[in-house]
């Protein structure tokens, strides 16, 4: 049976403050990533040579190098150097970096999807390189990349609990915490799995709303 009187008393109150750092390192995180990805995805198909390079190692290293490894390298290695971070900037940092990297796949992957006859048609109608990926195609990429950019924001949402790690207390920092105090580990890690389930879910609702927000005529229907 749980107790009551200590969800209430002890739980509720440190998880939610673990919650609310939790979102402060999801959204900025899920959003640059995002932007950055788009950016990255747009060099890899179009940028010169020399970028495309450039971009395809970020790419292979950001998503082949353990994401823990990269936080430990943000917090622990970089001071080697004289650059220092403070956990959450170094969490966020690390979130950015290998979110954009996944996010950038997704991009490269909608963007060779653009049917060559619009670029052609762009070109004949007198727009400029950059006009025709600004006004035509990097639109229709991102909405067609949204479900797996998504995909990449309820992935982020569960390894954000690697924050603790480098100090930052979140969620399963708090948690940890609080269950090392209390030796109640059953009743405390069920509450986060909950919180964390209850997250994902609103975070699908939304990603949902906003494919049919921008759901492109022609191009299948979308998830009911």
Known sequence: MF??????????????????????????????????????????????????????????????VPLLVQLFILYFGLPNIGIYLEPYAASVLGFILCSAAYNSEYVRGALLSIRQGQLSAAQALGFSTMQTLVSIVVPQAVRRALPGCGNEVVYLIKYSSLAYV??????????????????????VFLVVGAYYLFLVTVASWLLHKLEERFHIPGFGRPRQ
């Open 166 to 187: 480098i100090t930052c207390i979140e969620l399963t920092g708090e948690a940890k915490v609080l269950a090392s105090r209390t030796f109640r580990f059953t009743e």
């Open 3 to 64: 107790d009551v009187a200590f969800l209430v008393d002890r739980v509720f109150p440190q998880l939610n403050a673990g919650l609310w750092m939790s979102v402060k390192l999801i959204v900025p995180s899920a959003v640059f990533g995002l932007l950055f990805g788009v950016v990255i995805g747009v060099v890899r198909v179009f940028g010169k040579p020399w970028m495309q390079r450039a971009a395809n190692a970020y790419t292979a290293v950001f998503r082949g």
